[in-house]
């Protein structure tokens, strides 16, 4: 067929709403900004009874391209190997290592795969559908796909669909249809069958289009879905943008919202274990919330161990509070739940061999010892924007077993330099057991000087060293450009983790775990841009838990505070006291 007529066709699909420029670019010296567009495409859009063996496509341009994302040229339902690809002349040939099904209606998608070979200059895309039967499929399925825990939209993810409604189709076979997010988390599936589907999402980390749960992230809806949209190529869901056309890409219509997550593993076992150090060993497991019936360490009396779990349980550090000579090699014993080989779990005893690295123990030369390496590490912290709730930080490297908190001085010192004790009280924290809060009982004041000391020798870790002397000032801030933020908490239903984010969402600043409904108030905040994440903390264990694929169980719930007009990002000017109401189990409720 001859190029004009078929770019005549093709040109009523780039001029939809900003898509891409099809004016030739101008002749001369000035430089070329104008995207590649698509004069020839063999077979036409819309083609029937397409061959399913050699299958080529071929993709003619009005100048040189060049591809510069090979995994962006993307095939709908995808094969066990991605598309190939050669470039000839000004044309793109996308070719297949094996045969496509018969009477199967196809997608093939290169969006932001390819740009012109001289200026860069980036092909929106295109998505070509054939099919090798005698009819096309017609329906459309949209969404959109965020991250579980910031909300935020992920690009590249992989959307797929199943016919094979059971759980272990995700495993063991490839998607009926597939799709890539873009820059706004956003995906269509189109000309798929009028029929039922399970609905799920994947960071496809080794691009095979099969879920891996030890690398990829999931998410899933789930209950059954069928399609209810008829595709056109006029839909404004299906047509292609530049990602910063912000009116048109939130105007698409997102049926369906699903949230990444790190899928918890479904089979409890130790994963890994080693030695630390001479008196220091750790045991990890596969999933969270490992049940231990008992732990011990031949020849070690039990009270000599000393224990630590990470937040979620499935890492455990070990300490032996002993002086004599440490042994070449721990024989580790570990009575735990187990996930046996039917995939129920049964209690096991494990046996583990620590070597000390070298394979033995050797005692340090006085002279090669260093200062450092004679005393008890610790630090003191205090942020001044914090230190009114949570005080100052004391955190020890090694578990401490003489303890000198009687020995502490707290002194407050006014704007004359006068000074006076302050008084205090100890919190130890309570998932880490070498970490305490010293928090003050009396109001504190702007402009006064808080110093903690700690004196010389009065804490001492499980290897007999004491601590040096030292001094931690802390003041409230006194700018008045200062600002704060009050939220007024009400229909409190569950109990829930209200975190104070940067703008990127990168950064946790503030943090409050709250139970009943009041005011909570972030304070001492400088000028600029603030996000507020509200999580449901369900089960009452003071952390965000993830999903479970098997149990279709999905991550706790997380909820943005917004705006009237919708947006979530806090604009705080300075010396702004904002005050916000949230009605919690309204917001949950979307």
């Not at 430089?31 to 993709?59: A, E, M, Q």
């Not at 039990?302 to 002086?323: G, V």
């Amino acid at each position: 067929m001859p190029v004009l007529p078929v770019a005549a066709v093709l040109c009523a699909v780039f001029f939809q709403n900003s898509c891409a420029n099809t004016t030739q670019a101008p002749s001369g010296g000035k430089k070329d900004t104008i995207p590649p567009y698509i004069v020839d495409i063999d077979p036409l859009p819309g083609s029937v009874n397409v061959p399913t063996h050699k299958t080529t496509i071929k993709f003619t341009f009005n100048e040189y391209v060049t591809v510069k994302e090979q995994k962006n040229i993307f095939l709908s339902p995808p094969l066990s190997k991605g598309p190939k690809h050669k470039l000839k002349g000004k044309s793109l040939v996308v070719y297949f290592d094996s045969d496509l099904d018969s009477n199967t209606t196809y997608t093939l998608d290169i969006s932001n795969a390819l740009a012109d070979n001289n200026e860069g200059n980036k092909f929106l895309g295109f998505s070509l559908v054939f099919s090798t039967g005698t009819r096309m499929d017609s329906m459309v399925v949209t969404g959109t796909v965020r991250d579980c825990s910031t909300l935020l939209p992920v690009t590249g993810a992989t959307v797929m669909l199943y016919k094979d409604l059971s759980d272990s189709a995700l495993f063991k076979s490839l998607p009926v249809a597939a799709a890539k997010t873009d820059d706004w988390g956003y995906f269509y599936m189109r000309n798929i069958a009028d029929t039922t589907y399970r609905l799920y999402a994947m960071m496809d980390e080794m691009g095979n289009n099969k879920y891996d749960i030890e690398s990829d992230k999931i998410a899933f809806i789930d209950s059954v879905i069928r399609p209810v949209m008829v595709a056109n190529d006029t839909m404004p869901e299906l047509l292609k943008y530049d990602m910063l056309d912000t009116l048109h890409c939130q105007a698409r219509k997102s049926e369906y919202e699903l949230y990444l997550f790190r899928d918890e593993a479904s089979k409890q076992m130790v994963k890994n274990q080693g030695r630390t150090g001479d008196r220091t060993a750790f045991i990890s497991f596969m999933a969270p919330d490992v049940q231990i019936d008992s732990l011990w360490i031949r020849n070690v009396p039990q009270n000599k161990l000393i224990m630590e779990f990470n937040p979620t349980r499935d890492s455990l550090l070990i300490w032996i509070n002993d002086r004599s000579r440490p042994q070449d090699t721990l024989h580790l014993f570990v009575d735990y739940l187990k996930t046996d080989t039917t995939g129920v779990l049964a209690p096991s005893t494990e046996h583990f061999r620590l070597p000390i690295e070298g394979g033995r123990y050797r005692k340090p030369s006085l002279s090669s010892l260093k200062h450092e390496d004679t005393i008890c590490k610790m630090q003191v912290k205090a942020e001044p924007t914090t230190v009114e709730r949570q005080g100052f930080k004391m955190s020890f490297d090694f578990p401490i077993i003489n303890e000198g908190f009687d020995s502490l001085k707290l002194t407050a010192i006014n704007p004359r330099q006068q000074k006076s004790s302050a008084p205090f009280h100890i919190e130890k924290d309570s998932t880490d057991l070498r970490s305490y809060y010293v928090k003050i009982d009396a109001k504190m004041q702007v402009g006064y000087d808080y110093v903690l000391k700690v004196p010389h020798r009065m804490f001492r870790d499980i290897n007999g060293f004491y601590n040096d002397s030292l001094e931690t000032k802390v003041s409230l801030p006194k700018d008045d450009k200062i600002s704060l933020i009050q939220l007024n908490l009400t229909n409190m239903n569950h109990r829930y983790i209200i975190d104070l984010l940067d703008e990127k969402m990168a950064r946790i600043l503030d943090s409050y775990t709250v139970v009943e409904d009041g005011p909570i108030v972030f304070n001492y905040l400088k000028a600029g841009k603030y996000v507020i994440r509200l999580t449901q903390d369900k089960n009452m264990n003071g952390r965000v838990d993830t999903g479970n694929l098997m149990e279709h169980r999905a991550p706790e719930k997380v909820k943005l505070f917004t705006l009237r007009d919708g947006g979530y990002i806090i604009t705080l000017q300075e010396g702004t006291e904002l005050e916000q109401t949230i009605d919690v189990a309204k917001l949950f409720e979307k």
